[in-house]
Structure formats: structure tokens, C-alpha cells
């Protein structure tokens, strides 16, 4: 049937716009909340790693920063900045899937892709793989387009598009297999040349944060947060299974449709024109499976990079097989092939709305609910988190101090300090680069000295408000204890909640203490 016709990107983007739209009414998580509260921090000059503690890349950081100073600081005006970010991703899906299979599959691929991210819901959205793939999407789009411009120019946008996501989100690399084909090209110094473009480009935006840490002074707190804490965090996540015994548990635990759709996919592609293209595509698609794997806790929003590339792939073959369909049963059909395909899609897709559209996020949306402030049990995962509780902390903390005043929450609850707009008194906000640990043995030495300097920032700042989470029972957490059951694991520190606090409240799963020896003046902190 060829390439059919089908409409503009100008209306499936206004579809995939309306489809995305209920998610501005989605709250924030923890993972949210750590990234926002850090990028809130850097617009007030508290560079990450050197005045906030984290062990993610510092891609994201400095973009919630932007985000900050251009929209504000609002998590409905967060969750709009990540709706721009996905429609950026639904327009290279677009134009990606419109290359390999012609406009009626490319829009069953954007359309589709955002029908299942808004499905995602508030936990697995608005996270670092979605921030980082439109970065990546655009040096694919670069590829399928370089006949447009100069090759150089093409390898750079590549090379910084893919080096600046992964700023973001270092596992993003493994998508990089999707440029595999293309070392069949590599028989001239040019294009060895332009392919050490692509190199360099990629390398300069962790180079220039390097650079950036080295001028102020942070490199030892970037190295200690990005490198020598992985391996506790890896041991952790393990645990004490052999090697092997744990890959293979890795690989049971895949996503099936991860594991399905590039078996079905393989037998078609080397069918029709552009087969080195949906190479590049599956590969791709591979690589991000393989991401997933390695990072080994399969949250949602690890496959949202896989989610992209398998949109394209979905609507790639709804176009291979409808076509041949159309084809062979034309005697039966009413309506010409290309308007009969149309028909198709827009069936496919009502049905997949009808089976990934949410009502509580339209309503919520509709109604303006989420400009208000949350419901009980709006937003909660079992025992660990609860919106509505951190946003009651944040409010009882705003009333009760002042904005130079710093707070400290004992627990994996950033989003707090960025909800109460106040500091943490100690660069270790979060409780688990003190508390994790490889199972069976001790604290490192650069763990002991981190606890010293988190007492000693207690003991310097004297925060008015504590506040101690219950029932928290993270995987990471040893023993999956709490937050306050890790008290006893750290008695320097419940001593100075013994001896400098008393309880003044309980909100949900916190328990608040207020300060009742002597504060000095905020006006140093």
C-alpha cells in the first residue's frame, strides 16, 4: 500500500497535549521531591553534593533549577514542565515512527506512548528517564535527517543531546546501540572524524561539571556521593546471592512486554524499506531493556526509554500488518486501503484510551483539586510515603518557623523541605547515606565521617523542628527498619534528639520535636 497519508503533527501533538493534560494534576513523590528540593536549594546558591546530599548525576538538578526560575515553584507548575518535556518526546516519536512507517503508524506510536505515561500515575511520571529522553530521541531524529545538514553538525547535536542525558540518567548510555549500524560506515578519516565529534560532544557536559566542582572546591563531595557510594548501594541490592544466581533472578524479574515485543518485532525487520533504520530502533529498544536490567529494582519508570522506542516499534508494525490486511482482504473493505488504515488506528487507539485513561486525574484536573491542597490517602505507597502527610509537615514547619530557619527530617523525605520551603540543617538531608550498608558488615570509614559531619550540623544549626518518620520500612533501609527504629543504629544522633528536643506533635507516620534548649540567632546560618 506504500506510505500512507494521515494527519499533521501539529494535531497528533494536540491529541497527545489533551491526553497528557490530567497529569499536571498528579502530586510529587519522594524521588520528585529530592531533585526539586535540591534544585530549589541550587537557585539559592547551595550547590549539590557540597550543600545537599545526593548519589544520582547532577543533570537533573540544574534542570529543576531552570524549571524553578522560569515557572516558579509550584508542583502543578513542576508537573507542566514534564508535560512539555513528554510532548518533546511524543513529537520525535512521531517523526521517528512517520520514517520507518508512514503517518498513520507514527501516530498510533506518539499517541500511544502517551497514553501509557499517563497511565504511569504520579510515582513512575516526572521522573529522570523521561527528562533525559528527549535529549536522546533528538540525536536519533538527527541521524534519520542527516542528509539536512552538515555531518559535523549532525555528530555534535548527537554527541551533547546523548552527553547531557546522561547527566540525567547514566544508564541512558546503553541506548547508544542504537548507532551500531552505522560503524559499517567508518572506512574514512572523515568519518572516523565525525564519529570523534560525537565523542567529544558527549564527554563535555560531564567535563564541564568536573570542571564546574573542581573551581568550587566540590570534587571530593561529587567523587564520595557519585563513585564511592555505589558500591554499598549495588552490595545492598544484591544482597548475598551468588552472581549468577542474581542475574538470573534479574532477568525473571523483566518486564514481559520488555522481553515479548522484541521477539515479535524481529521477524519484520528487514521487511520493506528503511531496514537499517528499524535496526537502529530495535537496538536501541534493546539497549534500554538492558539499562532496566542493570540497574536491577524494575521501577516503572525505568522502562519509560523502552517505552518510547517500543511506541515507535508498536506503531511500525500496526502499519506493516494492517497494510498487508488491507491488501489481502481489499475485496471486503468499503473504503479505500489509506482511509480504512486511519479507521484502524483510531479503533486501536480508542481502546487502548478506554484501557490507560484514569478517571481520579481527570476529575482532579477538571475540578482544579490539585491547585488545593491533597485529601487523606490522596497519594500514598503502602507505609513508606504519603503526600498528604509530608505537605501537613511542610505546612506545620512553615508556620512555625521562619524561612532562614533550617529544619531536619530524619528519613528519605526531601519533598518536605521543598513543600515547607525551608532548609535541611545538615547537607544530608536524606537518612540512607548514613544508614545503608553492605548486608552482614560494618559502616564505612567515609560513612562514620559522614555522621560525624551530620551531628556536628546539628549540633552548629540547631534546627527548631526534628522530625522522625515511623513505619518507613524501605528495601534499602538494613533490616528494612524504620526511620525511627534507625535511631538506635545511630546513638549519636538520638542522643541529641534526647537531650536538645521534646515531642510537641504527631502528623501521620512523623513524629515532630521541637527544640527546647537555647537557638542562637539564624542570622549567620
Known sequence: MGRSEGPSAALVLGVCALVLAPTIAYRVGVDQGVFAYMGAQLLRGDWPYIHSWEADFPGLMFLQAAEIFVFGKSIAMFRLFDVLFQLGTAYFV???????????GAMVAAILYCLIYQDYGPWNTAQREGFGLPFVLAGFWMVLTADRRSPWVTAAIIGLGMGFAITIKPTILALALFYLPLATELRTRRAVAVVLVAGACLAAPSVAFVGLYWTLGGLTQMYESLVSYQPIY???????????????QKFGSLGRNAVVLP?????????????????MVWLGFVGSVYSVFVQGTFAGYHYLPGMALGAILVGDLFSTVSSWGLRRFHNFVPVDAARAQRILATLMLVVAA?????????????????????????????????????????????ARTQPNEPVQVWGYESLVYYLADRSAASRFQMTHPLVMRVPGEALTPMQLRWREEFVGD???????????????????????????????????????????????????????????????????S
Open 354 to 398: 478506554a484501557s490507560y485513561v484514569r478517571g481520579a486525574p481527570l476529575r482532579d484536573f477538571a475540578t482544579g483539586h490539585f491547585l488545593n491542597p491533597p485529601r487523606a490517602n490522596e497519594f500514598r505507597n503502602d507505609t513508606v510515603f504519603d503526600f498528604t502527610e509530608s505537605y501537613d509537615l511542610a505546612a506545620y514547619l512553615r
Open 263 to 279: 521477539i515479535v518485532y524481529a521477524p519484520f525487520l528487514f521487511q520493506g524499506t528503511y531496514r537499517r533504520e528499524r535496526l
Open 458 to 524: 546539628i549540633n552548629r544549626r540547631q534546627p527548631l523542628y526534628v522530625a522522625v518518620v515511623q513505619h518507613d520500612n524501605w528495601w534499602w533501609s538494613p533490616d528494612e527498619r524504620t526511620s525511627e527504629e534507625l535511631l538506635d543504629d545511630f546513638p549519636e544522633w538520638k542522643h541529641v534528639i534526647a537531650r536538645d528536643y521534646a515531642l510537641e506533635t504527631t502528623i501521620g507516620r512523623f513524629l515532630v520535636y521541637r527544640r527546647i534548649t537555647h537557638t542562637p540567632s539564624r542570622s549567620g
Open 94 to 104: 512521531f517523526r521517528i515512527a512517520d520514517r520507518l512507517s508512514g503517518r498513520v
Open 234 to 248: 549495588t552490595a545492598r541490592l544484591r544482597g548475598t546471592e551468588p552472581l549468577l544466581t542474581y542475574w538470573m
